[in-house]
């Protein structure tokens, strides 16, 4: 007898690992793993997924209708131009599961997102790595990697777990030198931090062409991971076979009615993102003085840097902070093995993980 034999690809994927959520003997953890919003969702947005609850018996707006025009009023875009996802994960799967397949590459930065291998073996195309310089994405490295069998080029701006990001000019280049088979992603999840006047989220992209498509999330600035819900903002005609692929009730009532209130409530947009600017300098700062290093980051993270060899490497770090209920990430899966990736957290968090890290140094 044989047994079944998934398609060539899927058991190369390495699955992926999320951030952990607890520590050994059932102690409240400090999390900070998984870029989580460190004031939580709005309370409008609570308040509106709680009432969506009384109707769970009901099935959801398969179009997302409210839900996009309130991202396409909140962003100045044009709402039949928005598919919803359930997260930005969802979106990533389609694109490359309706643009890629056996004998494809999908190209991506050399500490990109896993979700792009995965999503790329998923397909049956084969994942193509550029070298990155500086811990940022090398325009000339991406475009020198581009070929005939490339089908699509992930670029994470603001890239996850560094922190860096390309400019305006540079997201352009990459377009230009692109072939223009190469439809180009451009994955803004954490752009509502970034206040760089060079920095862009890809959207004048998208307008400018057929070739481009931005994705956002909910789960970073709006705290609605729980909730898993992400957009796409793409050229008509890739809104179409989106929407040809995904499910029909892919985004549930609650998590719909929750991302309106959440784009709706701009003051606490704003009251988080002075947060992360205020805590994640300070915090940055204090690691300085700790004689440890840290990426320059425009996220809601932060990248620490440790000694490769020695009694504080980013392992006995791990562990160390592990023992005082705080929860790094550990990057050695995305080639970081002398980095922990730290989620700015509330003031009282990065004031914990400063101590530790002050007591593991000693």
């Known amino acids: 007898m044989t047994s079944p034999v998934p398609k060539p690809g899927i058991l190369e994927i390495s699955p992926y690992v999320g951030g952990k959520s607890s520590v050994a003997g ?17 309370p409008k947005a609570i308040e509106a997924a709680t ?11 398969g179009g997302a209708g409210a839900l996009r025009a309130a991202i396409g009023k909140r962003f ?8 919803c996802g359930a997260g930005s994960d969802e979106l990533i799967a389609l694109l490359v599961k309706s643009y890629a397949g056996p004998g494809d590459e999908v190209l991506y930065s050399q500490y990109g997102f896993v979700m792009y291998p995965i999503a790329a073996h998923s397909a049956g ?6 070298p990155e310089k500086g811990y940022r994405t090398d325009i000339d490295a991406m475009i020198a990697k581009a070929g005939p069998k490339t089908k699509i080029c992930f670029v994470a701006n603001p890239n996850n777990p560094t922190g860096s990001y390309v400019t305006g000019a540079e997201l352009k280049r990459l377009r230009d ?15 509502e931090y970034v206040s760089r006047n060079d920095y862009t989220n890809g959207a004048e992209l998208v307008d400018a062409g057929e070739n481009t498509v931005m994705l956002r999330t909910f789960s970073k600035i709006f705290a609605l ?8 903002y793409a050229p008509a005609k890739i809104v179409d076979v989106l929407n040809r692929v995904r499910g029909p009730f892919n985004v549930s009532a609650a998590a719909q009615a929750a991302g309106v209130a959440a784009m709706e409530d701009l003051a606490f947009q704003e009251k988080c993102r002075a947060h992360n600017d205020r805590v994640l300098s300070w915090f940055a700062g204090e690691v300085a003085k700790l004689g440890l290093k840290t990426l320059p980051s425009v996220g809601n993270f ?9 009694r504080h490497t980013a392992a006995a770090a791990n562990e160390f902070l592990m023992s005082r209920a705080i929860i790094p990430r550990a990057v050695a899966n995305y080639g970081l093995p002398d980095h922990l990736r730290v989620t700015i957290g509330t003031d009282d968090e990065m004031k914990a993980v400063v101590a530790a890290l002050a007591d593991f140094v000693k």
């Open 26 to 42: 059932g102690v409240k953890p400090i999390k900070l793993s998984s870029n989580e919003g460190a004031l939580g969702p709005s």
């Open 51 to 61: 009432r969506a609850a009384t109707q769970m018996h009901r099935y959801p707006d």
């Open 76 to 83: 100045s875009l044009d709402p039949e131009r928005i598919v």
């Open 125 to 130: 195309a084969v994942p193509v790595q550029a």
């Open 177 to 191: 030198g692109l072939p223009p088979h190469v439809l180009l992603i451009v994955d803004a999840a954490y752009a």
């Open 225 to 232: 991971g729980g909730m898993r819900l992400g957009w796409a």
């Open 302 to 310: 932060v990248m620490v840097e440790f000694p490769s060899t020695g």
